[in-house]
């Protein structure tokens, strides 16, 4: 079974500030996802990477997949109050049909006015 | 991409009953996906269902306890037998095809008593 190790579990920041969610694994995988969820929601797709070091800008949040596809990051600047919400990272796994994800543990942010 | 609807969107079962959750999808789709987040976690997968054949069960999941059906390409059920309070959990359906964004619903948030 492939595992995704995503971090911190909790962030709570103030308006203005920068953060930065790792996901992490042992694995590569084909494509990594991420996702933002709000409660009664299901999870909204942010952005998919598939390529090796590859680096996607979607407005304040930078999305980067490692060289070696086992791992990414999220990095948002100037946090608002709107950005607050569950975010997931979930991987593709190779050899694998379309779809069939290996969620993170999610990291539940905050940002304070 | 597709835009899924589900209901119930909530539910609160008595121990030992069953209830089934419906998944519509406004567009045919290749892949429908059911999906597991239980409180303050984040999504396992469950199932993948198949088309006009046996839906494909995850480790941890077996048809009795989580009988799913999808008769055509826009729909399909998922039914939680014989529940007990560890069932209770939000349910997402999940659906899309081939190089499509992959869709959630809003869920389905079991309590079962």
């Known amino acids: 079974t492939q595992l995704l190790e995503q971090s911190p579990q909790f962030l709570s920041i103030q308006e203005g500030e920068n953060l930065t969610v790792y996901c992490n694994s042992s694995s590569v995988f084909s494509s990594l996802q991420w996702y933002r969820q709000e409660p009664g929601e299901g999870p909204v797709l942010l952005v998919t990477?598939?390529?090796?070091?590859e680096v996607k800008k979607l407005k304040r949040l930078t999305f980067q997949f490692g060289d070696a596809r086992k791992d990414s990051s999220l990095h948002i600047t100037a946090a608002q109050p709107g950005d607050t919400g569950l975010y997931l990272c979930?991987?593709?796994?190779?050899?694998?049909?379309?779809?069939?994800?290996?969620f993170g543990q999610g990291t539940i942010l905050t940002v304070h006015p | 991409s597709a835009v899924i609807s589900q209901k119930p969107s909530r539910d609160i079962c008595q121990r030992g009953t069953s209830l089934t959750i419906q998944c519509q999808v406004d567009?045919?789709?290749?892949?429908m996906f059911w999906y597991r987040q239980q409180p303050g976690q984040s999504l396992t997968l469950i199932a993948t269902a198949n088309q006009g054949s046996e839906a494909t069960y995850e480790s941890g999941f077996v048809i009795d306890k989580f009988p799913i059906s999808r008769p055509n390409l826009t729909f399909s059920t998922l039914t939680v037998s014989n529940m007990s309070p560890e069932d209770s959990s939000i349910y997402l359906c999940?659906?899309?095809?081939?190089?499509?964004?992959?869709?959630f619903g809003a869920g389905s948030r079991l309590t079962v008593l």
């Open positions: 567009s045919q789709v290749t892949m």
């Open positions: 979930a991987g593709e796994s190779t050899g694998t049909s379309y779809g069939k994800l290996t």
């Open positions: 990477v598939v390529t090796g070091g």
């Open positions: 999940s659906a899309g095809s081939g190089a499509n964004v992959l869709t």
